[in-house]
C-alpha cells in the first residue's frame, strides 16, 4: 500500500496525530497496527488527566490537551460518551521538603494558565473525607483535573474520527522502515511492504527497535507498571485521586465503583512481590485513609510505560532522517497529553512552528545534552 503519511501504531498518539493531519486537509494517510486500536499501552491506562506537571512544556500541553477534551463530543463526536469527571488530583506531601517542591510547582503551573493551589492538611482533609490529617506537611491540588470513566471510548473516537475523515487504519505487522526514492518503505513482518513520503512512528516501546536498524537508537525503555483492582462498591469513598508523594502510592474510586491504587514503588515480576506491594499499599491506606482499610484488591493488572531518561516525550523529526518523524517516549502521560501532541506533531509535518513546548520534545536533545527532567510520574 502507497500513501502519504504512513503512521506505524494505532494507540491513541498515533490516531490524535492521524486526527489533527486528516482535519487539515492532508491527502492519503494510514495507520498500520498490529493488533488493534489502542491494543498496547492505550488500552490499559486508566484515563486520567491532570495539569499539575513540574515542568512548563507539560503543563502547557496539559491545559491545551484538556481544552480539547472538554469539547471532545463537539470534535470527535464519539458514539459512547467517555465520561470525563472532573473529581481533582490531590498530591498530598508529608515531609516538608517535599511540600517546598510542591509550592514552587504550583506557582509554576499557576504562571502557565494551571488553576492549582496549595492546601493546609485541614483544607486538604475538607476534599479528601476521610484522610487522616496527622504527619501530613500539606497539599497541592486542581480540581479541573480528572478522568475518563470509559478511556478506551476516547481512543476509539480518535480512530472513528479520523476514519471519517479518510483515513485507513490497516492490520498490518511493521517491522522495519527504511529510506528510499520516493520517501520511506515499511517492511511487514510477513514479507510484505508499504511506502510512504512520511513516516511517523508512535509505536511506544516498540519504537527503539524499529528505529535502531537505521542507526537511529534513541533512549527508550519499556518500565513495568501494576495496577490493583477492587469489585465495584455501591458507596462513595473517595472522589479526588489522591497520589501520596513521600509514600509512593496511588489510589483512586472509578465510577462504576471500583477502587484503583498503584504502588508507585514497585518493579519487576509479581509473583510473591505482589503481596509485598499489597502490604505497602494497605499500610498507606492505614496512614492516610483508614476509611478504605477494608477494601479488597483482587485484581492485578500489567501495563508498561515508554520511559526516557527525563521521563519527556520524544517528538519531532528524526536527525538526518528526511521525512521520518517520532512520538513516543511518553513515560505515562501520553493519553493525557494526545490532544496537543497530535496538533503539534501535524503542524510539523506540515511545515509549521508547532509551539514553545515541543522545543525540549526534540529527538536530538540526547545527544545535546539539553534535557528538561520531569518529576511529576505517577
Known amino acids: 500500500m502507497t500513501s502519504d503519511i504512513a503512521i506505524v501504531g494505532a494507540g491513541i498518539t498515533g490516531l490524535s496525530v492521524a486526527f489533527h493531519l486528516a482535519e487539515r486537509g492532508v491527502g492519503s494517510i494510514v495507520v498500520y497496527e498490529r493488533e488493534g486500536i489502542g491494543a498496547g499501552a492505550s488500552g490499559v491506562q486508566p484515563g486520567g488527566v491532570r495539569q499539575q506537571w513540574s515542568t512548563r512544556l507539560n503543563c502547557l500541553m496539559a491545559r491545551d490537551s484538556l481544552a480539547f477534551y472538554s469539547k471532545l463530543g463537539e470534535r470527535l463526536r464519539p458514539r459512547v460518551d467517555p465520561g470525563f469527571r472532573p473529581c481533582g488530583y490531590v498530591f498530598v506531601a508529608h515531609e516538608s521538603d517535599t511540600l517546598e517542591r510542591l509550592r514552587a510547582e504550583v506557582a509554576m503551573q499557576n504562571a502557565a494558565g494551571v488553576p492549582s493551589r496549595l492546601a493546609t492538611a485541614e483544607e486538604a482533609a475538607e476534599l479528601v473525607p476521610g484522610l487522616r490529617v496527622e504527619g501530613i506537611a500539606g497539599a497541592s491540588l486542581c480540581t479541573e483535573d480528572g478522568y475518563f470513566d470509559r478511556p478506551q471510548a476516547v481512543v476509539e473516537a480518535f480512530a472513528e474520527a479520523a476514519r471519517l475523515l479518510g483515513v485507513a487504519v490497516v492490520h498490518a505487522d511493521v517491522s522495519g522502515v527504511e529510506p528510499v526514492r520516493s520517501g520511506w518503505r515499511l517492511r511487514f513482518a510477513d514479507g510484505t511492504g508499504g511506502e510512504a513520503s512520511q513516516v511517523i512512528v508512535a509505536a511506544s516501546v516498540d519504537t527503539r527497535a524499529l528505529l535502531r536498524p537505521i542507526g537511529v537508537d534513541l533512549p527508550i525503555v519499556a518500565e513495568d507498571r501494576w495496577l490493583f483492582f477492587s469489585e465495584s462498591i455501591a458507596e462513595r469513598l473517595l472522589d479526588p485521586l489522591v497520589i501520596a508523594v513521600d509514600r509512593h502510592f496511588a489510589v483512586k474510586q472509578l465510577a462504576d465503583g471500583r477502587l484503583l491504587a498503584s504502588d508507585l514503588s514497585a518493579t519487576g515480576e509479581p509473583g510473591e512481590a505482589s503481596e509485598v506491594w499489597r502490604r505497602r499499599l494497605r499500610q498507606g491506606v492505614v496512614d492516610l485513609l483508614p476509611r478504605l482499610e477494608f477494601v479488597v484488591l483482587p485484581l492485578l493488572v500489567h501495563g508498561v510505560y515508554d520511559q526516557t531518561p527525563d521521563h519527556q516525550a520524544i517528538v519531532g523529526e528524526v536527525p538526518g532522517q528526511d521525512d521520518l518523524y517520532i512520538a ?51
Not at 509549521?352 to 505517577?378: C, I, M, N, Q, W
Open 328 to 378: 513516543a517516549g511518553f513515560s505515562g502521560h501520553g493519553f493525557m497529553m494526545a490532544p496537543e501532541i497530535g496538533r503539534g506533531l501535524a503542524a510539523m509535518v506540515l511545515g509549521e512552528p508547532p509551539g514553545e513546548a515541543f522545543a525540549h520534545l526534540r529527538p536530538d536533545r540526547f545527544a545535546k545534552g539539553t534535557l528538561v527532567y520531569e518529576s511529576a510520574v505517577v
